[in-house]
């Protein structure tokens, strides 16, 4: 049988937003669906681990793009996948998130003329330096189907000229993943691991080039977290590019020195699991802000805007802006309620396949 759903996955949060789907699918119908891997994020605390934990240890095909320059990546993503689209002829490709490999995987696609979905469209920071945006708004643009998670996502792409027909409010596919193993993230209680207390401690995560390519600015946030160090206890999964450059920087050790606990990139579940009995989360990741708020932990966001107000106005989400002595606000308090934020239900990924699964039935004619 021929594949009808082709899904471009490259990089730690493509996983997690793509699975609630391509199970939803799997539960509704038999149509063949294929899972292609470009490579982007290879490393198995980023990769193979992530995918183990969500159920999909091994993807259909697996490209091998690698790192790189973006022009580097996007270009070799771009090769790549044509020819995985000219062999299998998939009828419809679905994309997630923002990085390059979602924007490889549908600009491939509407190349060779195959309808695109793209599953979280129409966040927008309106900061063109985030390669992230770029990704975003291009994307969307060559986008057919335009799954969306929150209203300003709906009103973003109205602006643009997108057609309401496209745009198909599903919600939020990365909360699926999170009701999903939620039970047994506390469960594996990772914490007790490193001897932490529940709500006491903060949890950080930091990976954007704005935060951690600049020494300068890099050597400030490390201050700051060995001073959050002396009020709280600090726990800190290092993305690799953040860790070589703490490393190059000599960083590293001032950290430790300090008491915060470094440690290497978790899989999803041992990290859900820190997240769900952390007293603060500092970050500045995307979808961290979203699992913060669907948890109900505070989350302080280190940087100057978010693609996702919503976690702002709805959320426990708080903008710190640019400047690392922000950090300083940061403390750890009790866990809140769970926002509630229409669409974060669990239920997105159901939504979305039924959309997939109608179009197909459109025979892939889903303009
Ligand atoms: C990418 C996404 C970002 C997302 C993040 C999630 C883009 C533009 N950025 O950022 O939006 O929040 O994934 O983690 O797509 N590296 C490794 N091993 C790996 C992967 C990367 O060591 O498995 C190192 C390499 O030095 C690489 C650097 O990290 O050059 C950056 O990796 P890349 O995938 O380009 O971007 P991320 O920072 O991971």
């Known amino acids: 049988m021929s594949v ?4 471009v996955v490259g990089a730690r949060p493509n996983f997690v937003k793509a699975v609630p789907v391509i199970d939803a699918v799997c ?9 292609v891997h470009t490579g982007q994020h290879y490393d198995s605390a980023l990769s193979a681990n992530v995918l183990e934990d969500l159920g999909l240890p091994k993807p259909d095909r697996f490209l091998g793009v690698g790192s790189g320059t973006h022009a580097d990546q996007t270009g070799r993503t771009l090769i790549a996948v044509e020819r995985a689209l000219l062999e299998e002829q998939p009828k419809i490709v679905v994309v997630s998130g ?4 979602t924007l490889g995987g549908a600009l491939a696609a509407a190349k060779v003329g195959i309808p695109v979905a793209h ?6 920071s309106r900061d063109r330096t985030m390669p992230e945006e770029i990704n975003r708004l291009l994307t969307d643009q060559l986008a057919d189907l335009l799954f969306v998670h929150s209203e300003d996502a709906v009103e973003n ?4 000229g997108v057609a309401d027909e496209q745009i198909h409010f599903v919600g939020n596919t990365m909360i699926d993943s999170l009701r999903r193993f939620e039970l047994r993230a ?3 209680a990772a914490w007790t691991r490193f001897s932490l207390r ?3 401690f903060v949890l950080v995560t930091l990976h954007r080039p704005s935060n951690v390519d600049d020494e300068d600015r890099l050597a400030a946030i490390a201050d700051e977290l060995a001073d959050l160090a002396s009020r709280a206890p600090v726990v800190f999964p290092i993305h690799p590019r953040t860790r070589a450059r703490l490393d190059d920087t000599g960083l590293l050790g001032r950290l430790e020195a300090a008491g915060v606990a470094c440690l290497e990139p978790l899989g999803y579940i041992d990290f859900l699991s820190l997240e769900t009995a952390a007293g603060a989360v500092l970050t500045d990741s995307g979808g961290i802000q979203e699992e913060a708020s669907a948890l109900g932990i505070r989350c302080f966001t280190l940087r100057p805007n978010t693609e996702r107000p919503v976690t702002l106005t709805l959320g426990t989400n708080r903008l710190l802006g640019d400047d690392p002595a922000s950090i300083r606000q940061v403390m750890p308090g009790p866990r809140g309620a ?3 934020i229409p669409g974060w239900d669990g239920h997105a990924g159901e939504r979305a396949a039924d959309i997939l699964l109608a179009a197909l039935v459109d025979d892939g004619t889903v303009r």
């Open 119 to 124: 599953i979280e469209s129409g966040l927008r």
């Open 27 to 35: 539960a509704r119908s038999e149509v063949v669906q294929c899972v």
């Open 98 to 101: 923002d990085v390059n490999a």
């Open 186 to 188: 506390l469960e594996r």
């Open 4 to 7: 009808s759903l082709l899904y």
């Open 338 to 340: 769970a926002a509630e």
């Open 198 to 200: 529940p709500e006491e």
């Open 157 to 160: 792409l109205r602006r643009e």
